[in-house]
């Protein structure tokens, strides 16, 4: 939870970005949730009724004030998405809670932030084709299930196939990548199937997921990622968007390294390799 202060702080900090980069979302509407998550669910969440199964599933004790901050945080990714609109490019300092499904929560994610901005932009007809490019180490099982029968969403999911969620979901392309592979392989998978998925979509939007729980240092990841290589990560993605005109709004996902400066600084990479490509 501390990296939520630090990553901007760190930025401010840096000289990366200034208190005028920041915009500060309030918390997304009932009616915004229900677009997503079924009733029930939300109903549950809203009376603090769940059960003690379904609290275990969430992965950590419930609290009103972690309902409240789901939502300000699944706001974060729709106005990013509407910043990127504008700007090209816009980042959460949080979400990326994929394991979020339409009728429950799990593995740390409460709402699916990904999921709720989407359903909104494609309501608010804004766009009409999006792209989801999930590279943090879990399967993007909530969000692969909740588009799995909606084409207006193209879900691509790269992820450590022997890691969570044992129960893989069936995105619209999963590329799954063995425990231990380091940056070469891994950034030429990359480099071989992102731009002919963006050829094959033509999103009008993309959603990027850029957990840094890709590297060797992380405590869940069991990938033999360095720093640079998570770094060169984001540059092929923003660089690809960019080069074909496409806006991206990214939110940072996992990072759960032994030291947090580890986590800060890939974090950080993030933020300051779109700004050098986009700005
Ligand atoms: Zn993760």
Not at 36 to 53: I, V
Not at 62 to 77: D, M, Y
Not at 86 to 107: C, K, P, Q
Request: proline share 3%; hydrophobic share 35%; aromatic share 10%.
């Amino acid at each position: 939870m501390e990296k939520y202060d630090l990553i901007p702080a760190q930025l401010i900090h840096d000289g990366t970005l200034t208190e005028d980069n920041f915009f500060h979302p309030e918390a997304i509407t009932e009616e915004q949730i229900l677009r997503t998550h079924d009733a029930e669910y939300w109903e549950k969440l809203k009376t603090g009724t769940l059960s003690r199964h379904e609290i275990r599933a969430l992965g950590f004790p419930f609290h009103e004030t972690l309902v409240k901050r789901g939502r300000h945080i699944a706001n974060g990714s729709l106005e990013c998405a509407k910043y990127a609109l504008e700007h090209g490019v816009s980042l959460n300092v949080a979400g990326g809670t994929h394991h979020s499904f339409a009728d429950r929560g799990e593995g740390f994610c409460m709402f699916n932030d990904f999921a709720i901005a989407s359903n909104e932009l494609l309501h608010e007809k804004i766009v009409d084709q999006i792209m989801i490019v999930d590279l943090d180490v879990h399967q993007g099982n909530g969000t692969a299930k909740i588009f799995e029968n909606d084409p207006r969403v193209f879900t691509f999911s790269m992820h450590g196939q022997h890691n969570y969620p044992l129960k893989k979901e069936k995105s619209d392309y999963d590329l799954g990548v063995p425990d231990g592979i380091e940056d070469t392989d891994y950034l030429h998978q990359l480099y071989d199937t992102l731009p002919g998925l963006i050829e094959q979509v033509k999103p009008d939007l993309i959603f990027y997921l850029s957990g840094v729980d890709i590297l060797k240092s992380d405590k869940l990841g069991r990938l033999g990622m360095t720093k640079d290589g998570c770094r060169k990560r984001d540059e092929f993605v923003f660089r690809t968007c960019y080069n074909k005109g496409i806006p991206v709004a990214t939110s940072m996902g996992g990072g759960y390294s032994v030291k947090i400066a580890d986590i800060i600084e890939a974090h950080a990479n993030t933020f300051r390799v779109a700004k050098n490509i986009f700005f």
